[in-house]
């Protein structure tokens, strides 16, 4: 993971398609000691735009960056360095109760090619259903 953090090294990804109330915006940011993320509407090191459910297929690696309908600003290969080397992902037991519940683990590539997997500070929404 300390290969991914450096300075300036911040990814924004924005919502095109929703409503300005709803913030569809989010800061990636890999400047301190750890991944942090935020919403935020800032200047970042590279910008991802366009509709929210190509942003996730791009972050989740189900369609590539440079798609149709998806604008990126500024440091290309950032954004292709941070998307080889993180997944997400539901960890075992993760989708049950209990105290992992809801929540999503990041996994970072490593350098010798092995994946290294650790729970983040990301909590899934939990249903509001009973």
């Given amino acids: 993971m300390r290969e991914l953090l450096g300075p300036g090294r911040t990814l924004h990804f924005h919502a095109t398609d929703t409503a300005p109330e709803v913030a569809a915006e989010w800061v990636v940011d890999l400047t301190g000691d750890a991944i942090t993320w935020r ?3 800032e200047k970042a090191a590279v910008a991802v735009r366009g509709p929210l459910t ?3 297929l791009i972050i989740y690696k189900r369609r590539p960056a440079r798609s149709a309908g998806v604008e990126i600003l500024g440091d290309e290969k950032l954004l292709d360095f941070w998307r ?3 997944s997400f992902g539901c960890p075992a037991g993760a989708r049950g109760r209990g105290p992992t519940a809801g929540r999503i683990a990041l996994a970072v590539r490593q350098p010798q090619g092995r994946w290294a997997a650790g729970p983040g500070p990301w909590r899934a929404p939990r249903s509001r259903e009973p």
């Fill in 39 to 41: 919403r935020a509407h």
């Fill in 54 to 56: 190509d942003l996730l």
């Fill in 84 to 86: 080889e080397r993180v």
